[in-house]
């Protein structure tokens, strides 16, 4: 079956970095858009960025964009999520998720359009 299993969240202070990764395993991975979302306490799931299957194109959330950077590495099986200039509104647990759609003009950016979601990784930013 799929997994995706997102690691590399902890306690960070502000202004520092981490870089999260998502393993993913049962299904072919070259051929699924990813995308990163995060949801805090008390708040909907919200859209950080996403990444196109071949990794060629991505598109960011205003709020990280400059700040964090996805990339994907299809021999590996795995795409990152690289946070810097963390700030405390970045506290969250953060979940990878798959998309499968073939033929996608675009990145998608709402969660309904994802097909797999990993368990989540917390991610603490103290001032």
């Known amino acids: 079956q799929v997994q995706l299993v997102e690691s590399g969240g902890g306690l960070v202070q502000a202004g520092g970095s981490l870089r999260l990764s998502c393993a993913a395993s049962g299904l072919a991975f070259s051929t699924y858009d990813m995308g990163w979302f995060r949801q805090a306490p008390g708040k909907e799931r919200e859209f950080v960025g996403a990444?196109?299957?071949?990794?060629?194109?991505?598109y960011y959330a205003d709020s990280v964009k400059g700040r964090f950077t996805i990339s994907k590495d299809n021999a590996k099986n795995t795409v990152y999520l690289q946070m810097t200039s963390l700030k405390p509104e970045d506290t969250a647990v953060y979940y990878c998720?798959?998309?499968?759609?073939?033929?996608?003009?675009?990145?998608?950016?709402?969660?309904?359009?994802?097909?797999?979601w990993g368990q989540g990784t917390q991610v603490t930013v103290s001032s």
């Open positions: 998720a798959a998309d499968r759609r073939i033929g996608r003009l675009t990145l998608a950016l709402e969660s309904h359009e994802y097909d797999y």
């Open positions: 990444i196109s299957r071949s990794g060629g194109r991505t």
